[in-house]
């Protein structure tokens, strides 16, 4: 099969081509069987072809496949919205919109906090990913491959260290950083709005501070700036709670959600404070896609499944086997290159480095072959591309997970 006419700056982890899959288990086009622990990047919490989701999108694809929210509505996307607004673990009260993507909904929150505050500059983190689109480029706390050759990013858009057990920054470190920032680079009076990862995805599965998530949220209220927390990849179950900002004890102003929102349609949301949703005039949100009836009828179907109880088994599942393997390779020496665990819950990633803690980029390359070649699909992150990201999904069977899981072990040995 020919892929000439596909873009070349497409980046491709596996030069595979898939023909199906069910719940954690993928097969290619030469009927080949893979274990998927990458998830589709977070997508999949429910699984490839979950029967709830797919009888969804089977029956609304009988009634209407689309029609644009802002010309006609539809009930697909008001009753998602009640539902989803509902699900949001916060005490006060909520409103969204529906986008296509989470990149998406990153636009959107930016455009809504313009909107309330009069204000432009933004506060982002060393290591995040918010999207690809031109303005979340920017947000991004890493240049390759996103940022390169782009010319001109949209801003203004400032930076600090992202303070997390998992990669060494601590609370204090991170908050020296913001009083320069505001001593020497941009007046506080001028940020419209912090945007942060509770679980960093693409930065290596770091797991935000706590301590200083309470800080950034008293001085937030102090200055009237709107903290945005991007939860598109930790969101839907991945930490083992709903969301992963509960961890924190902080309630964010605005969230961004996206990825398994609606079990691998492609869907996105931009829901917070009611008071900053209904900021900006008639029409200054909307699309032409944005709430598509289909994408609609999958994401109730997926909450229909996210009860609390199923997502604290599973998390509780996910970490048990995880935590309890890698635990056991590191009493055994497995390999000379087997690093840190990082992240919380479902939401793991394991560092690849060396004696002195140095990041091992070329053996996690190793890997993701060595990987592919037995049965197992990986996906590496981390700025030095050294963290394996590990996003089973959810419903991953037991049996099916310690195979992953074997699999890895094994791989890992052969590390040279």
Request: negative net charge; charged residues 20%; aromatic residues 6%.
């Amino acid at each position: 099969m020919s892929r000439e006419t596909i873009s070349q700056s497409i980046s491709i982890v596996h030069p595979i081509s898939l023909s199906h899959g069910k719940n954690a288990e993928v097969w290619d086009t030469a009927s080949k069987r893979y274990i998927d622990f990458v998830g589709s990047i977070g997508v999949l919490n429910l699984g490839h072809c979950h029967p709830g989701v797919v009888e969804a999108i089977r029956e609304q694809a009988t009634k209407l496949t689309h029609y644009a929210f802002n010309a006609a509505p539809h009930a697909p996307y008001i009753e998602l919205m009640d539902r989803l607004t509902a699900f949001i673990p916060v005490d006060y009260a909520v409103s969204g919109m529906l986008t296509n993507s989470g990149a998406e909904a990153a636009e959107n929150a930016l455009k809504i906090v313009r909107g309330a505050t009069g204000r432009t500059a933004v506060i982002a983190f060393d290591g995040a990913f918010h999207g690809r689109t031109l303005a979340t480029l920017n947000l991004n706390g890493k240049v390759a491959p996103y940022k390169q050759k782009v010319g001109v990013l949209p801003g203004p858009v400032y930076h600090l260290p992202y303070p997390s057990a998992d990669n060494g920054v601590t609370c204090a470190e991170a908050l020296k950083a913001m009083d320069r920032l505001f001593s020497v680079e941009i007046d506080v009076e001028d940020v419209a709005c912090f945007i942060i990862e509770p679980v960093q995805g693409e930065g290596g599965f770091l797991a935000l501070d706590i301590e200083f998530a309470q800080a950034l949220r008293r001085f937030c209220d102090e200055k009237n700036i709107v903290l945005i927390a991007d939860e598109i990849q930790s969101g839907f179950g991945r930490t083992g709670q709903r969301f992963a900002f509960s961890r924190l004890g902080v309630e964010p102003d605005l969230i961004l959600l996206g990825k398994s929102i609606a079990g691998g349609v492609p869907l996105g949301a931009v829901v917070g404070r009611k008071t900053l949703l209904d900021t900006l005039p008639k029409g200054g949100l909307g699309g032409t896609y944005s709430g598509n009836p289909i994408a609609c009828a999958a994401a109730l179907a997926t909450l229909d499944a996210m009860t609390d109880e199923h997502l604290r088994n599973w998390g509780a599942q996910h970490e048990e086997a995880i935590v309890s393997r890698y635990e056991a390779w590191r009493a055994q020496g497995l390999s000379p290159y087997l690093g840190r665990l990082t992240g919380v819950g479902a939401m793991r990633g394991i560092e690849l480095a060396d004696a002195h803690g140095t990041p091992a980029p070329k053996q996690l390359t190793q890997l993701l072959s060595l990987a592919r070649d037995a049965g197992l699909l990986l996906m590496p992150s981390g700025k030095s591309r050294h963290i394996i990201r590990l996003l089973a999904p959810l419903t991953i069977e037991p049996a099916v997970m310690e195979e992953g899981l074997d699999i890895l072990e094994a791989c890992f040995k052969q590390l040279a």
